[in-house]
Every structure is written in C-alpha cells, then in structure tokens.
C-alpha cells in the first residue's frame, strides 16, 4: 500500500540555522500540506499546496517558512532560520480529496 | 470558525470490551469529520471518514462512528478492543473547502489485558 514518507526522522539544528525537511507523497497525489505538533500541543495546520502553489496558510506559517516541489515527486518545507519554539514534530500529508494521509513525521529539534 | 472537542484525554479499557472515544464538533457548516489514529513512532493513519453520506460509518479494524447533527457528536466505538488498539486518538473536522484540518486534542487509549 502507498504511503507517505518523510526524512530525516529526526533533525537536531542549532538556532538560526536553516533546516529542509523533506517528504515523498503518494504518487497519484494532487493537494500537499505540512502539519506540526509541538510537545503536548494539538496537531496544527500550517501551509497547503496544489498546483504548485500555496492554496492556504495559517499565520505560523510566516516569511521564514517556504514549501516547494522541486520534482514530481519531493515536497520540501524550508525554515529560513529556526526559531527554538520550531521544536515540533512535522508531517507531511498528501490527498486526492478530503482525505489526507499522512506520513510518519519529522521530529525537530532546536538548541 | 470549525473546531473539536475531545471529550477524555486518556480512556483505559479492558481487552474484549468496548470501546468508546467521545467528539463533540462545532462548525457554521455540514463539515467533514475523521478520525486518525497514531501509534507510538508512527504517522497518523486515518481509520474512517464522515463527509455527509451514511451517518453511521464504518473504519478499518472493527471502529464504527456515528454522525449525530442535533448532538454535534461524532464518537468513535469499538465492540472489543484488542490490545493493539493501544494509541492516541484524533478527531479532526474539515474546512469547508477540504483543504486545512483541524484535530482535536486527542485521547489516548488504554488497553488492559
């Protein structure tokens, strides 16, 4: 069965550095987001992406976060220059319709 | 603005009986409703979905939900858990536009042998 999956599993950068987290959809795929989870926080939404295109943000997701699809198959969340409060796990989720599957996430760390 | 209320953050249960994990939702609109679940060191994986068809339905490993408007409810049941039930629970609603969740704080499962 397809899945999601995501590198690395785990990150460690030191604050300010900039970090790419990467993510391979499911192949037949349209609509692409980035989800976070901060340790004991809710899962929240930050960026979705359809037709090479931000479709929707929320306000986390400021100037110092991108997303791209460099390929028909990577989808890439960038933060410029992290932030000790980016410590979170990340995931990565594509879908066809209104489901969305995610993958098994990025744990990121800041020091 | 649509959002999730997750009733326990911790139900335990013993293996064989059932299972309930209680949602309440709140949305100006007929939304879409789920419900994820994640075991430790995996992803979330989606175990059933409403999306204003059938208001009972049916998941992947015995779950059942049950869409009830005039209690704004959507919980998740189990006839008898199994001890890989183990793992915390997400209900989540859609915007209107299918394009942004929104999870719950989630309740992790119990289950005692």
């Known amino acids: 069965e397809p899945e999601v999956t995501q590198t690395p599993s785990h990150q460690v950068t030191q604050m300010g550095q900039e970090v790419i987290l990467r993510c391979v959809p499911i192949?037949?795929?349209?609509?692409f987001y980035w989800y976070r989870q901060i340790l004991g926080q809710k899962v929240e939404f930050l960026v979705s992406f359809y037709n090479n295109e931000i479709s929707e943000k929320s306000e986390i997701f400021d100037d110092q976060f991108s997303v791209e699809r460099p390929d028909g198959s990577n989808f890439t969340l960038k933060i410029r220059s992290t932030k000790l409060e980016d410590s979170a796990m990340y995931f990565c989720?594509?879908?066809?319709?209104?489901?969305?599957?995610f993958g098994p996430g990025t744990r990121l760390t800041v020091t | 603005a649509q959002s999730v209320t997750q009733l326990d953050s911790h139900v335990s249960v013993s293996e064989g009986t059932p299972v309930l994990l209680r949602c309440n939702y709140s949305s100006s609109y007929s939304p879409s409703l789920f419900w994820y679940v994640q075991h430790p060191n995996k992803g979330l994986q989606l175990l059933l979905k409403?999306?204003?068809?059938?208001?009972l339905v049916k998941g992947i490993n015995g779950f059942e939900a049950e869409f009830k408007k005039s209690e704004t409810s959507f919980h998740l049941t189990k006839p008898s858990a199994h001890m890989s039930d183990a793992a915390e629970y997400f209900c989540v609603v859609s915007d209107r536009g299918g394009n942004k969740l929104v999870f719950g704080a989630g309740t992790i499962l119990r289950v005692k042998s």
């Open positions: 989720a594509s879908g066809v319709t209104y489901e969305q599957y």
């Open positions: 409403y999306t204003s068809a059938a208001t």
């Open positions: 192949s037949n795929h349209l609509y």
